[in-house]
């Protein structure tokens, strides 16, 4: 059964500093990796697709890596502002399961 | 705007009450997806859908029920038989099981 860890579980740094999300599958037959940032009790905002062929993606301050062989991806955050506080989920799509699973997320918290 | 909208945003429900919350997209995505989300875990699939017409289950479909007579709507109904309805609940929408996945606002369901 496919499972997504998150590490870590909460964070909270200066603003302006660069930080580094982690999130890793146990079953890397997947179609894509999606990281989601989802605000206290708003629904989920996609931030970045990935597809298995991939290596990265890159939006705005934002940059996604997949290694698929050994199932991991980081998000990586440039220049961190306090409206980058929030709690960031990575799912999955494909490894045997349906639909996305996801990590139970990491908790971001940018001091200002 | 082109989107995912459900509705309520906040339900009530009574012990031996059905209850059924509303998701509509007008992104006109095939697949539909319908998630729970619970304090301290990540998001869990209770039903989804690739085609109008047909659904399957999810992991945790026990005491829900769902219908896709339309391409726009995936209504999901919780069942009296759920023993433990209180959550967040998130429905998705994506062009197909392998692409980018877009969630509505969601509705919090609260048992009194």
């Known amino acids: ?112 | 705007d082109g989107g995912i909208t459900q509705s309520p945003k906040y339900l009530f429900r009574k012990e031996g009450q059905n209850v059924t919350l509303s998701c509509e997209q007008n992104l006109n995505h095939d697949a539909m997806y319908w998630y729970r989300q619970d304090p301290g875990q990540g998001l869990r699939l209770i039903y989804y859908s690739q085609i109008v017409n047909d659904f399957q289950k999810g992991d945790i479909a026990e005491g829900y029920s769902v219908s896709r007579e339309k391409k726009e709507s995936f209504p999901l109904t919780v069942t009296s038989a759920q023993k433990n309805p209180t959550a967040f609940y998130l429905c998705a929408s994506s062009v197909d099981r392998d692409t980018e996945a877009f969630f509505g606002q969601g509705t919090r369901l609260t048992v009194v």
Do not use: M
């Open chain 1, 1 to 112: 059964k496919q499972e997504v860890t998150q590490i870590p579980a909460a964070l909270s740094v200066p603003e302006g500093e660069n930080l580094v999300l982690n999130c890793s599958f146990t079953d890397s037959a997947i179609y894509n990796l999606q990281w989601f940032r989802q605000d206290p009790g708003k629904g989920l905002t996609s931030l970045l697709l990935i597809q298995s062929s991939q290596r990265e993606q890159t939006s705005g301050r934002l940059n996604a890596s997949l290694d698929k062989s050994s199932g991991r991806s980081t998000l990586y955050i440039a220049a961190s502002q306090p409206g980058d506080s929030a709690t960031y989920l990575c799912a999955v799509s494909g490894g045997g399961a349906d639909g996305l699973t996801f990590g139970k997320g990491t908790h971001l918290i940018i001091q200002p």
